[in-house]
């Protein structure tokens, strides 16, 4: 046969063996109990010799057609010995024939002695199976994960209320090859691998293991290169040990609990190169080796201890049993049986029990109760517990002849053992401590003499004196006490229950035989499980998410979320926003923040600048974004520079995919150094991206073009060039630019080429990388139509599943979303325009969560649902109203199994439709994209116009909101503030000198010099109110704060006079004095921040200082002034026609601080500092913007709030820059100058500050001052807007 024919046939016969290999695994199923005698059959009871466990067949009428016990409760069971270790795969129950006795929950337990029973636990760790309906129909199960083993046991939980226990059952499965060893806790065996085996990318090691130890070494292995893995138990837990040999290269990890428990657990090691599979029973853990080391050879495995010991956490040999050892498909113990392997010590290839019988303590009502017969001088009575509780009481019993209450409980996870007699503690003794571990603890109590003494695992003890007869007078209590109405012995509980097992429990050093109590033939008990631990370990694997602590108590756990960035009761959410365009819509201003790009998902916040302007900044530095020199030098053939963004890979990746726009920098300043060698030569100088490749592009051009900015525009210095360095000037010249092809961001690394010849310099500056617009946070649709809906693959949240979106409607009810199993489901909806219900079902039922909203929430305002669903909680929020949390049932279906599309907007049923927009739909932190399925769905447009209605509350001190498609912004024109909500003050400090006039314009008829009568001259520009705000910090008395003038020599004139007092002055007439308006406030001139306004209507004047009551005065001279020329701020210039007494506070000139000042819709400072050059104002003397007028607290969502970030970058000048010299001796000299600079500054400052305190000009701590509640505008005679002309109002934003 040719080579091509035997290649089909090994083909065939591996398709073949792989088919009769899945035809035996799936045949399986074979009945196991229909054949077995008699006496493989035992109960707990009998009702009569017919009613038998031999009758408990499925399908059989004989005797009384199945079992039934002689009492129908919970303490009952049916046992079968299927003779052998057997893989059971399903199980069929049936009722008593032609009776009203069956079962309708059952428990399902499995063991290998006979002893020590398991529990069967579902996926979902449900223990109890639904049973039957009916006498005669078969109810059949096919276990998720098969189970092996030789005994099993159901015990029914309920039954029939009109009859009783009634069962007939089978049992499934085939018969299961078991090859054990047996390792004393001396022993061990190695098994060398043959040195001229080829070597393998693969390697699989599978074994199973059973042990009551809790710590012991199972398998080492050895590579030639030094590379060792070890597998060990410790603690119950099994650890993985990775090392290398003579490096530091150390991994461990831990997988599984309470593995000391003398069931079989399976363990398997899968290397694949660098990648190691680490198994244990149905949980996997995976570990990344490094590249180097990809390639080994396993050179000797050890097992039950041997090599590695040393290194070990355990330092012990392993004592229990190892099960189908098999390495790469061969059978190791096979190996051993036939002396290919080395042996040390006892190692035997049986495996022998010994038989422990553990009582499990699991309800508030359980207890145990013994009789004391001993009759010795002393008293001896010891046992072993395990538990998660703190607290908890062990044993209780009354002292012979009245002598008190002894009580041994757990406190504070220490042992405590207490006398109490006639209410007063006579014996207090503790022991140990962090009993609640979950590992198996021994308690000794030992009396004897006169000396009591308490010791804990063979090594804690603690002793008192004692004059009592510490006797039991009859009966011990263990666990807890039963109620009163069952037990007429006295038992009291003052501590918490015990839950947890305890076994091997002594009484005068003899063993009580708890099958014996089981049987009740000795003893008492109540809501117990006798001949199992069932302890489980909550935290293994840990439900507790991103990093939080898992603790646990006997029946849930708790996760500690402290600082990991989540919240939740399993740290799910992230308590942070998804991006800076986020916390601009909560009001933030400009700062760091703590960013968590996809919400609940797998990566980390990270730290970000946000650069709140119109254009909101994600800003993301790296190590170098300064100016930066290359000095020419013959050694240096090429510079590479690499950039550590403060953001990593994945994060900066998820950064730039949600982003609309992104950019980065690249300058490049040149003197004899070409750059991208154009038009025809190879590039000098290159950048690398984030995909690892390089790009010949520059700042400014196109992917893939060799071009720089100037080429591509067509204006580089020589036309010849593509790029203005590459024409090899001997004069500084420059390539600048920005990079915004998103898929190529961020720099990563720079290559500068061009600065080995002599005359070569360069220089070259990498921005931060920069991201605006929000792709998620706008992401919407437009549902118009009751029967639309947008349909997405199923939702996956079997475990926890966190919605979050917002909704804008006028509809009373509709379904936002819902996803549909073959029984679990998931939906929210608005069920009234005042309730958003939440509800699921995993399959305990369906369950609901409702928030109730005191306001409508169909008011065509956006607002903000979120809910969680996780193992231990359902959760519901709806914008910041109180939220609703349901509890999931106790040990109830946790897995939520979903397999229809998920619908948005509506339902399959095409009923209870959402009428609306639903924006931002995020599931476990990823963003559905709405619009582009709304683009394609009839019914629903992408895209929800109208956000001031709910986020132009944001827009403060009288800015108004501007819609945009992607959101809004904030219009400052009619405000004395600025900044993205007009939130940000405008502030200076003025100096005796300073000057600031607004000059309203001149009327034409006065310019002109027109004679006609005045009144019909000036009657555009009379006022017949006014409306001012300002603040003020100033030490200064008296003071001229603020003057408005008139063409008439009418004037308003806002004064502290000596005494601090508030003046207010008015002349309103020729030939009348000012009248003078005095406020109440206290001397005003305490350096302090005061908040002043002043508003009048016709003859009524209201001034309010902070928050003091408002003053209300009425004016008695004309009620119009007329003509308004000009409002100053600080010295008046032109003080010819002053006032005698307003000229002499005016000579003193202004010392302090103005800000936000007001003079009806005119910003006069905020012209004066922002718009020079455009407004009508008139600058003399020292000005400094200051933020002395600043009275807000820091923004408490910002990590660190700072405004001195530019948010882009200018261009750079031609001339030789300003660097960061690199190859440079400069740097020495440049450290000297910048110590002898800030040695200067330092002495310059002490001596300003020491001037500064001797003016007492103002305090540089500021009191937070209340918000004045803002009042309806006066009315004028004249509109402002009138006032000014509308080239003018621009500048005033």
């Not at 196991?32 to 017919?50: D, G, H, I, K, T």
Request: proline share 4%; charged share 20%; with cysteine.
């Amino acid at each position: 046969m040719d080579s091509n024919t035997i290649e089909m046939l090994l083909q065939l016969l591996f398709i073949f063996h792989s088919i009769t290999s899945s035809v035996c695994k799936v045949s399986c199923d074979t009945p196991l109990v229909s054949n077995l005698p008699p006496s493989a059959f035992r109960s707990s009871s009998e009702l009569s010799n017919s009613h038998g466990p031999g009758y408990a067949k499925l399908n059989r009428r004989d005797g009384a057609g199945g079992w039934s016990p002689l009492d129908s409760n919970k303490y009952q069971w049916l046992e079968i010995n299927l003779e052998q270790r057997t893989e059971i795969t399903a199980i069929s129950t049936q009722g008593r024939y032609g009776s009203s006795d069956w079962v309708t929950r059952y428990f399902l337990m499995f063991s290998d002695t006979g002893h020590n029973w398991r529990p069967y636990r579902q996926e979902d760790s449900i223990g109890a199976f639904s049973g039957n309906s009916n006498a005669d129909s078969v109810v059949m199960y096919k276990l998720q994960h098969p189970v092996t083993a030789q005994y099993l046991r159901l015990l029914p939980l309920d039954w029939n209320l009109n009859g009783r226990v009634g069962l007939r059952m089978e049992a499934y499965g085939c018969r299961y090859r078991s090859d054990v060893v047996s390792f004393d806790g001396s022993g061990h065996f190695i098994y060398r691998q043959d040195p001229n085996a080829p070597s393998k990318d693969k390697d699989l090691l599978t074994l199973n293991f059973k042990t009551l130890m809790n710590s012991g070494m199972l398998a080492h292995m050895e590579t030639v290169s030094g590379l060792t893995f070890t597998v060990e138990l410790f603690k119950g837990k099994l650890l993985l040990q990775v090392r290398k040999a003579r490096s530091d290269f150390h991994i461990v990890i831990s997988l599984g609990s309470l593995l000391d428990d003398q069931h079989w657990h399976h363990v398997s090691i899968e290397r694949i190169r660098t990648l190691v599979n680490f198994t244990v029973d149905k949980t996997t853990q995976q570990i990344q080796l490094p590249e180097h080391l990809s390639h080994y050879e396993i050179n000797e495995i050890s097992f039950g201890g041997g090599g590695g010991l040393q290194k070990s956490h355990s330092k012990r040999n392993f004592h229990g049993c190892l099960e189908n050892v098999l390495y790469n498909e061969m059978n190791v113990i096979d190996r051993a049986k036939e002396k290919h392997v080395t042996i040390t010590g006892d190692v035997s290839f049986t495996c022998t029990e010994s038989i422990d019988v553990p009582v499990t303590f699991g309800n508030p009502g359980s207890f145990l109760s013994l009789s004391w017969t001993a009759s010795g001088e002393g008293v001896s009575i010891s046992m072993q517990f395990r538990t998660w509780n703190e607290d908890g009481l062990l044993m209780t019993f009354d002292l012979q002849h009245h002598a008190g209450t002894l009580w041994l409980y757990l406190s504070k996870t220490r042992m405590r053992l207490q006398i109490h007699k006639t209410g007063r503690i006579v014996v207090d003794v503790t022991a140990g401590v962090n009993l609640n571990d979950g590992q198996w603890h021994s308690v000794e109590l030992n009396v004897r003499r006169g000396r009591l003494t308490i010791t804990l695992d063979k090594s804690d003890s603690s002793t008192t004196s004692t004059s009592l007869p510490v006797v039991p007078d009859g009966q011990l209590f263990l666990g807890g006490c039963p109620s009163a109405e069952k037990h007429s012995a006295t038992c009291r509980n003052p501590f918490s229950v015990f839950q947890g097992c305890l076994r091997l429990i002594h009484l005068d050093n003899s063993l009580v035989d708890l099958i014996k109590v089981q049987q009740m033939l000795f003893g008492n008990f109540s809501d117990v499980q006798m001949d199992m631990c069932g302890i489980m370990d909550r935290c293994s694997p840990s439900h507790c998410e991103h990093g939080g602590n898992c603790s646990q108590s006997w029946s849930t756990f708790h996760c500690d979320c402290s600082g990991t960035g989540y919240s939740g009761a399993t740290c799910h959410s992230s308590i942070y926003e998804a991006s800076c365009e986020a916390y601009k819509h909560k009001g933030n201003t400009s700062g760091f923040y703590y960013v968590d790009v996809d919400g609940s998902g797998p990566i980390k916040p990270q730290l970000i600048y946000c650069n709140m302007s119109d254009t909101v900044w994600m800003v993301i530095q790296h190590n170098n974004t300064e100016l930066t020199k290359l000095r020419s030098s013959s050694e240096m053939n090429q510079h590479l520079a690499h950039f550590n963004y403060s953001a990593d890979a994945e994060q900066i990746q998820a950064i730039i995919s949600q982003a609309q726009y992104c950019e980065q920098e690249l300058s490049y300043h040149c003197k004899k150094s070409r750059l991208l060698n154009t038009p025809d030569g190879s590039p000098f100088t290159w950048w690398i991206g984030r995909s690892g490749e390089a790009h010949m592009y520059w700042g400014g051009a196109v992917p893939g073009s060799q071009q720089c900015a100037c080429g591509l525009q067509d204006n580089c210095v020589y036309p010849e060039h593509f790029c203005n360095c590459d024409a090899d000037s001997k004069d500084w010249s420059n390539d600048s630019g920005v990079l915004a092809h998103k898929d190529h961001l961020p720099v990563l690394a720079l290559a500068v080429g061009d600065v080995s010849r002599p005359d070569s310099e360069a220089a070259y500056k990498v921005g931060p990388l920069q991201c605006s617009g929000d792709n998620n946070f706008w992401n919407s649709a437009y549902f118009n139509k009751e029967t639309s809906y947008l349909h997405f693959p199923t939702f996956h949240g079997e475990l926890s599943a966190d919605i979050s979106f917002l909704f804008k409607t006028g509809s009373s009810s509709g379904v936002f979303l819902e996803n549909l199993g073959i029984k679990d489901f998931i939906r929210i909806e608005l069920n009234s325009p005042n309730e958003v219900v939440f509800s699921f079902d995993v399959g305990n039922g369906p369950l609901e969560v409702k928030v109730e909203t005191p306001v409508a929430l169909n008011d065509e305002r956006w607002h903000h649902v979120r809910a969680e669903r996780n193992v231990k909680e359902a959760s519901l929020y709806v914008d910041h109203h109180p939220g609703s949390v349901q509890k999931a049932p106790v040990d109830g279906h946790i897995h939520l199994q979903l397999n229809s599309q998920l619908f948005v907007g509506g339902t399959a049923s095409r009923q209870k439709g959402f009428l609306g927009c639903i924006r931002s739909l995020k599931l476990n932190g990823k963003t559905l994209d709405l619009e582009n399925r709304a683009k394609i769905t009839p019914g629903v447009t992408p895209g929800c116009p109208g956000h001031c209605s709910s986020y132009g509350d944001l827009c403060q001190n009288k800015g108004s909101c501007v819609e945009r498609n992607d959101g809004f912004t904030c219009d400052c024109k009619l405000s004395a503030f600025t900044g993205i909500f007009c939130h940000k003050e405008v502030s200076a400090f003025f100096k005796p000198g300073s000057s600031v006039t607004y000059t309203f314009k001149e009327p034409y008829e006065l310019s002109r010099n027109v004679s006609v009568q005045s009144s019909s001259i000036y009657s555009d520009l009379t006022l017949r109110g006014e409306n001012i705000s300002l603040s003020f910090r100033s030490s200064q008395t008296p003071a001229l704060l603020l003057y408005v003038s008139s063409y008439y020599r009418e004037y308003l004139a806002v004064v502290l006079n000596r005494n601090g007092h508030l003046d207010i002055r008015y002349k309103l007439q020729q030939d009348r004095e000012a009248e003078v308006f005095r406020s109440a406030a206290r001397n005003l001139a305490n350096g302090q921040l005061h908040r002043l306004s002043i508003r009048r209507s016709s003859d009524t004047l209201s001034i309010q200082v902070d928050q003091h009551a408002n003053e209300v005065f009425n004016l008695t001279s004309d009620t119009e002034f007329n003509a308004v020329k000009s409002v100053i701020m600080g010295k008046v210039l032109e003080s010819d026609e002053l006032d005698p007494e307003i000229a002499r506070i005016n000579s003193l000139g202004f010392t302090g601080c103005l800000s936000v000042v007001q003079f009806n819709s005119i910003s006069p400072l905020k012209a004066a500092l922002l718009y020079p050059d455009k407004s009508p104002v008139t600058v003399t003397g020292s000005l400094t913007e200051s933020n002395c007028g600043s009275s807000l607290a820091s923004n408490p969502y910002a990590a660190e709030t700072t405004h001195s970030l530019s948010d882009h970058l200018g261009s750079v000048d031609t001339g030789e820059p300003i660097v960061n010299a690199v190859h440079s001796d400069s740097a020495l000299i440049g450290g000297v100058i910048a110590v002898v600079i800030f040695v200067t500054l330092a002495v310059l400052a002490v001596m300003a500050r020491f001037l500064f305190r001797r003016k007492e000009t103002f305090q540089t701590q500021d009191p937070k001052v209340g918000k004045t509640e803002d009042s309806p505008e006066t009315p004028f005679n004249t509109d402002p807007q009138n006032v000014i002309s509308e080239n003018q109002k621009e500048y005033f934003i």
